[in-house]
T-cell receptor, first 117, second 112 residues
């Protein structure tokens, strides 16, 4: 149980393109979803937290107009990287959590490797 | 604020060796503690968790005990396999907090 599907797994596109990444909880309702960015050989950096039906809460230093997050249903959140540039190239990972409370673990997708040429 | 410190890697062991990856934390109150594993090119998988002091989380031969007196949650396995090669992340979720705070990750390589 607790499967999170992230799509696409890899994207290569030209500078200036907008890219949408989907994150779906397949067998549970995700009240909260999280978006992370991971640089090579580093830990995960939380970008934003989104609760279903609410605006996302962005971490300090993350441009909300650059990284648009939508959490329109209990099973789907999307991250759109707008007008992507080479410095946006990274590994993006989503996670989802059902229920509230600190004991609920986050379940992670397999990540999306974004390469901007 | 809350923080997690893991032993620095990379760690290289031979198959069937005993594994310990140290993790200590700083947090107010009573956090929940987690170990996640990341295989190359993939997202993170929950390995085990513990939600209160003296709890032991275990899965796939891995164990970790929540030690409040030493603020530690060390990961152990008695006999590692080549397939255990991955990056391991210790993490905590503080009281009333939604976010996970991650350690820096420890890269483990097991040689046959």
């Amino acid at each position: 149980g607790a499967v999170v599907s992230q799509h696409p797994s890899r994207v290569i596109c030209k500078s200036g393109t907008s890219v949408k990444i989907e994150c779906r909880s397949l067998d549970f309702q995700a009240t909260t979803m999280f978006w992370y960015r991971q640089f090579p050989k580093q830990s995960l950096m939380l970008m934003a937290t989104s609760n279903e039906g609410s605006k996302a809460t962005y971490e300090q230093g993350v441009e909300k107009d650059k990284f648009l997050i939508n959490h329109a249903s209990l099973t789907l959140s999307t991250l759109t990287v707008t007008s992507a540039h080479p410095e946006d190239s990274s590994f993006y990972i989503c996670s989802a959590r059902g229920g509230t409370g600190r004991n609920q673990p986050q379940h992670f997708g397999d990540g999306t490797r974004l390469s901007i040429l | 604020g809350n923080s997690v410190t893991q032993m620095e890697g990379p760690v290289t062991l031979s198959e069937e060796a005993f594994l310990t990856i140290n993790c200590t934390y700083t947090a107010t109150g009573y956090p929940s503690l987690f170990w996640y594993v990341q295989y190359p090119g993939e997202g993170l998988q929950l390995l085990l968790k513990a939600t209160k002091a003296d709890d032991k989380g275990s899965n796939k031969g891995f164990e970790a005990t929540y030690r409040k007196e030493t603020t530690s949650f060390h990961l152990e396995k008695g006999s590692v396999q080549v397939s255990d090669s991955a990056v391991y992340f210790c993490a905590l979720s503080g009281q009333g907090a939604q976010k996970l705070v991650f350690g820096q990750g420890t890269r483990l390589t097991i040689n046959p």
